[in-house]
């Protein structure tokens, strides 16, 4: 044999993200929602919304750290259910990789990248906000030499604090890791992208359905939102490495219905 | 003796209440071609699957090279290479790339990986387009893609699975001098296929499933040899000499004889003992021999006789 020994798991499963994240980067659609959260949104929300604190801010918060996962829904369906579907899957599972490698390595490629961006936009969202100039108060025009801090209106200066970020990045880290469980859920249960998607939709409502509420708690009870994350992280990783340790090339291979017509 | 390179040995797979393979027992040893025959659903996926470590046993043990398929499913696949007639490509990448991220998934380091791929490219033909996308190959290429794909690490066995499906008539004959050159001393190559003639051509043994039971396993010689035990039809082909008549040959045994102009036309079961006879008679009669034919049965002959035994005993 040319080849010395399999790869080790680690090695695998750098090698398995690297492919990975060539098909992510030739994927329009998840580039675009890349480019659009990472970039384009924080500042068109710290521009517009000239956050102050509150909801409007929260909602920034939420948008910018959660959307990208979201949006790789469809890239973690295609790692699993489309490669299926699509046959390519069998030649990979055919060397020598360790189960985990390859599990790993396509669920790393899809949850890395949406987690630097939504990094990449807090941190963009935070400096435009600090480089904007202070907010006025909505007064009618002041007599020469009258301020408005004068007449005990101070101007603001928006601002997002530490701890804010720091909220936002864990909720990132978990919703990341739910949006994973329920890919990786609805992929194992379908044959078909089209089917996990339907799949993944009905079974991510409960994700929404709390980002939404997130988006109004996050400043307002920062220290039971920060906690939760910190719960949700270990726990879903934990999920995710018993996904792994239970994923089998087998399952992988036929499906659930393709056993039955496997021949 | 050498280690078979691939040993099964009462290798079951049942899903669910359906069994995909019965107790199927093989050997390939180094050096050997043997094709795998059988109808649609046969199991010859299942038998590869598993041999391949892709899918798991439910009884039975199934080694490559001594190597449990079960135990260490991982050091099976480093001595495995697969082709699958219905595998998908990653079409966005090029060809050099897909080859060396393989080559790297057998553990080769990027330089090893480098070149290794570009000798299979070479000898493959496939230099010019190593910087193509595989989803603008022809349907060949994209076996004989898949082909050095598998034989990158230089495996010991090598399983091929409808691998020349799809393909048109020049690109399956070039396919199977391929496999025909791949023939080694140390490798074994276990060809399942639906086209007799490519197993014919290639095999040292035919093995045939019929509903996930091995009902035959022989040399391709052998296989006809077993099938053309009944009555066989002899042409001969004569010149000169007077009208042939039929009544004047029957008494050695020729049946349905039929004259069509300077062709006779008879059947027999024993040809050997009746064609002497038969010329010797023809050129007493002052004919010339131009040609004698006796129908030899194929092995597509061979393989429908053999399906068609196994489904009556059903």
Redesign the interface.
Known sequence: MTGSQAPSVWQGTVLVAGRELGELRRNRQVLFQFVVFGTVFPVFLALTLRPTGGAPQNFAFVVIAIAPHLGTLPAILQAFVGERAERTLAPLLATPLANQSIFLGKVLAVYLPALCVGALGLGIFATTVALSPPEQPNLPALPPGVTPESLGFPTVQPGVTAAQLGEAFALSLAVGLAVLVLGIVASTRTNTVKSAQTLAALLGLPIYAGVAFLSFRLTSSPLQVLTGALIAVPVLLLALFAVARKWRREEAILGRAGRARAG | MATAVLDCRSATRR??T?T?LAEATLTVEPGEIVAVLGP???????LV?LC?????LTEGTVTVLGLDVTDDA??V????G?V?G?????D??TLR?YLT????????TRT?AAG?VAVLLEELGLSDRAGSRLGSLSQGMRQKV?LA?AL?????LLLLDEATNGLDPEAAARFRAEISRLRSDRRGIVLCTHLLHEADELADRVVVLQEGRIIAADTPARLKQASQSGVREVVIEVTGGKRVDPKDLTGFGPKDLVVYGSLLRYRTADPEGVNPQVIAALVGAGHGIVQVTTQTSTLEEAYLSLVRASEADR
């Open positions: 899903y669910g359906r995909a649609n659903g046969a199991g010859k996926s299942t699957r391949a470590g892709l899918i798991g991982s050091r696949r480093e001595h495995v697969l699958l219905d595998a998908g490509f990653y966005a990448m790339s991220f393989f080559a790297r998934s057998y553990g080769m090893a290794r898949a794909r990158l690490h230089e495996p010991e």
